[in-house]
């Protein structure tokens, strides 16, 4: 009953913007925590940032404060991940999650996950 569809990815050029769109179905979105997390090509997949139930608390990994952020449109059931200030190594398959609960980087605390979508950094 719970789905997740991440948009918006796709090919940029280092220190370029991209917006990631996460839209929820089948749940109340306020009701969840909702994590946005990456997988890069040899490597584990990791937290990015969460934003919490309720409140609306944010959380970042240190590696993209000051250049990502989440913000959700509970009219909308939208989760959103602005991205600035592209790297390469940004380039991953990036997930929305969802967890009825509070804030969590681990992975496997997430119930629902959307299908991910690709965003390469590169010139």
Same mark, same amino acid.
């Given at each position: @009953?719970?789905?997740?569809? /991440?948009? !918006?990815?796709?090919?940029?050029? =280092?220190?370029?913007?991209? &917006? ?17 997390? %990456? @997988?890069? =090509?040899? *490597?584990? &997949? /990791? !937290?990015?940032?969460?934003?919490? %139930? $309720? ?11 000051? %250049?990502?952020?989440?913000? &959700?449109? #509970?009219? *909308? #059931?939208?989760?959103?991940? @602005?991205? $600035?200030?592209? *790297? =390469? /190594?940004?380039?991953?398959? $990036?997930?929305?999650?969802?967890? !009825? ?5 681990? %992975? ?5 996950? !959307? ?9």
């Amino acid at each position: @009953q719970l789905q997740l569809v /991440e948009s !918006g990815g796709g090919l940029v050029q =280092p220190g370029g913007s991209l &917006r990631l769109s996460c839209a929820a179905s089948g749940f109340t979105l306020d009701y969840y925590a909702i994590g946005w997390f %990456r @997988q890069a =090509p040899g *490597k584990e &997949r /990791e !937290g990015v940032s969460c934003i919490s %139930r $309720y409140d609306g608390s944010t959380y970042y990994a240190d590696s993209v404060k000051g %250049r990502f952020t989440i913000s &959700r449109d #509970n009219a *909308k #059931n939208t989760v959103y991940l @602005q991205m $600035y200030s592209l *790297k =390469p /190594e940004d380039t991953a398959v $990036y997930y929305c999650a969802a967890r !009825g609960h509070v804030c969590s980087a681990s %992975r496997t605390l997430f119930t629902s996950w !959307g299908q991910g979508t690709q965003v390469t950094v590169s010139s």
